[in-house]
């Protein structure tokens, strides 16, 4: 218990500084738009994800603790979690990869190799354990979810608050990046000064 409070922490902390950088960047990549601004949304996502990922945790461990859900829609409230974030997870860890390897080309260093090097990683384990993860995450929202169209009033009941509650950790995942991001838009005096038109994006 005391380790999955750990990660859940740790991911709360990446998530709000995933946010925050972007956020200070974010007035300057819509301006100029191209690769940057994909870079950006990419970060966006990832933050995301990441509050998802702990309020999933959160309000399915209420909602068991409550009663709101029998024990065993648990498991099926997370694997329809999974499948709803592993996609854009995947495609926006991809993308920061590839900017990863641009910054790396570019700047040659050890921090920047480094991080190159971590993202590659990060992205091929993640990506393998997908592959190895979404069929049976899949099974399992299938027989869960299966009472909606079983007649079982019991079970429609609580297939239909499992739906319920992955819509409102999402969404209260995307409104919370959403807050942090237009918290700290143009933080950064550049930003600043492309809200402000005060220069010249053509020739930066």
Do not use: H
């Amino acid at each position: 218990m005391g380790m999955l409070i750990l990660v859940l922490g740790l991911n709360l902390v990446i998530s709000f500084l995933n946010a925050r950088n972007v956020g200070r960047v974010w007035a300057e990549t819509k301006a100029i738009g191209g690769w940057i601004r994909v870079v950006a949304w990419a970060g966006a996502i990832q933050s995301a994800i990441g509050f998802t990922y702990v309020y999933a945790f959160i309000v399915a461990y209420i909602a068991v603790s409550t009663g709101y859900l029998p024990p065993a829609m648990l498991g099926v409230l997370l694997s329809l979690m999974y499948i709803m974030i592993i996609i854009p997870l995947l495609g926006s860890a991809i993308v920061i990869t590839i900017q990863s390897w641009i910054v790396a080309a570019r700047e040659k260093s050890l921090m920047n190799l480094g991080v190159a090097g971590w993202n590659t990683f990060a992205t091929a384990y993640n990506t393998y354990n997908a592959i190895q993860s979404f069929g049976p995450a899949l099974d399992s929202v299938q027989q869960g979810l299966g009472g909606l169209f079983g007649g079982d009033s019991d079970s429609d009941d609580s297939a239909a608050r499992v739906i319920l509650l992955a819509a409102i950790v999402l969404l209260a995942g995307v409104l919370t990046t959403n807050v942090i991001i237009r918290r700290y838009e143009a933080s950064l005096p550049v930003s600043e000064e492309v809200r402000n038109s005060t220069r010249n994006l053509e020739y930066r």
